[in-house]
């Protein structure tokens, strides 16, 4: 193989990885949208349990009668 050869595969070879690293640089934004929008969701249900919470016991309960 000439240098000329080993050149030409070496460039090939940075542009199929630069084709790489921006597939997989998408694939983290992606990523990230999915983990805010988790994390919003969490913290909603975190809230309700604390209100739930809150809830049960403020709340007053009957007496057993009989």
Do not use: Y
């Amino acid at each position: 193989m000439s240098a000329f050869d080993r050149v030409l595969e070496g460039i090939k070879q940075v542009l199929l990885v630069s084709e790489d690293i921006k597939r997989l640089s998408e694939g983290v934004k992606e990523l990230s949208r999915e983990v805010r929008e988790l994390d919003r969701r969490v913290a909603r249900i975190e809230g309700i349990v604390e209100v739930a919470k809150t809830q049960a016991s403020t709340r007053r309960r009957l007496p057993k009668g009989g």
